[in-house]
């Protein structure tokens, strides 16, 4: 099974995200909203009235978004903390580069494990921010349980998105973080004449900018746009997870969607994700990568995570989500080309 609808979803509500995260972004060094580009022909591609695309290729000077979470989360960590900390992450390769870059910027060290299947550049990206990098035999899910061992050590601090027992309030801060991209999109679209989004795709590894879409949108009132979560065929953990309906493990196998190649989803997100998703689907290496040269011949330049949602629409499309002529589509293009 590729696609799962469940349009109940739409009439799920949950509380919205803190009100001071954008504030603290915007004060920031170098901070500035990323582009919402408009794409005229995806939409006549579709068969929808407008489509956008939240390109998150330059996000405070790295190429994916992943810094929104990181930041708030090491902000509100270092606001309790005694001395200075080791932050320990696991990461596919976008997340452990902004916990380093982060650590770097206010004085702290960061130790950063890698899993298997992540490329040198990628790796060498993080070294050069001044972290210890650690590779892990073994796929995403055994680099984050060593990184929770590591992080038990005196002086360090497990920044992960993803949950575990015991272990939830640095991911929902790291969640949080992301709600400045959603507010970022409202007033774009705003600016651009658009109502709100009919229809929202969002890039899926372990679930946490998914659920940080939910609890935007998921917050106002009924009924909110259709949200699609798009995975890796080789990665789907949350489709399995939806369609069994609890969160179960996957096998993850090789895939060009390096970012998204996550076995479980994280315990924090998962009832957002049960509650909220109207829709999960899976793609192909070849569904994104045709994907990402699309983008880029109308000038976003994606990688293959950031391009699994045009990917992941397309393919839902096809096997039986009904697309609105009258309606406007956002696109999450979660990091540029130079990354996984």
Excluded at 147 to 158: K, M, T
Excluded at 159 to 178: F, K, N, S
Aim: aromatic share 4%; hydrophobic share 45%; proline share 8%.
């Amino acid at each position: 099974m590729r696609l799962i609808m469940r349009p109940a979803a739409r009439d799920w509500s949950c509380p919205p995200a803190p009100d001071e995260v954008r504030a603290f972004h915007a004060a920031l060094p170098g901070y500035a909203p990323t582009p919402l580009t408009e794409l005229p022909l995806l939409a006549a591609e579709l068969g929808v009235a407008r489509v956008f695309v939240k390109d998150e290729s330059c996000r405070l000077g790295l190429p994916a978004f992943k810094a929104l979470g990181a930041s708030w989360a090491i902000h509100r960590i270092l606001a309790t903390a005694d001395g200075p900390l080791t932050l320990v992450t696991a990461t596919d390769g976008n997340h452990g580069r902004a916990v380093a870059r982060t650590a770097r910027l206010l004085g702290q060290r960061a130790h950063v494990l890698v899993p298997k299947g992540v490329r040198q550049g990628a790796v060498d990206a993080i070294a050069g921010e001044g972290a210890r990098v650690t590779r892990v035999d073994g796929p995403y899910d055994e680099a984050v349980r060593r990184a929770a061992a590591v992080a038990d050590e005196p002086g360090s601090v497990l920044v992960q998105d993803t949950a575990l027992p015991g272990y939830e309030d640095i991911p929902a801060w790291i969640v949080a973080g992301y709600s400045t991209l959603f507010a970022e999109i409202d007033s774009q679209l705003a600016a651009a004449g658009a109502e709100s989004p009919d229809l929202v795709a969002v890039p899926v590894g372990v679930g946490s900018l998914a659920q940080a879409a939910v609890t935007h949108y998921r917050s106002r009132p009924a009924p909110g746009p259709v949200l699609l979560s798009v995975e890796p065929e080789a990665a789907a953990c949350v489709l399995a997870s939806l369609t069994q309906g609890r969160p179960v493990s996957v096998t993850t196998g090789d895939t060009i969607m390096a970012g998204l190649n996550c076995g479980t989803p994280s315990g924090l997100a998962w009832p957002f994700l049960r509650d909220g998703l109207d829709a999960a689907v899976a793609v192909t290496d070849a569904d994104s990568a045709r994907a990402v040269r699309d983008l880029a011949v109308l000038g976003v330049f994606s990688g293959p995570c950031g391009a699994a949602s045009l990917a992941g629409i397309r393919v839902a499309a096809g096997q039986g989500l009904t697309l609105d002529p009258a309606s406007v589509v956002v696109l999450l293009s979660t990091e540029g080309p130079v990354e996984n």
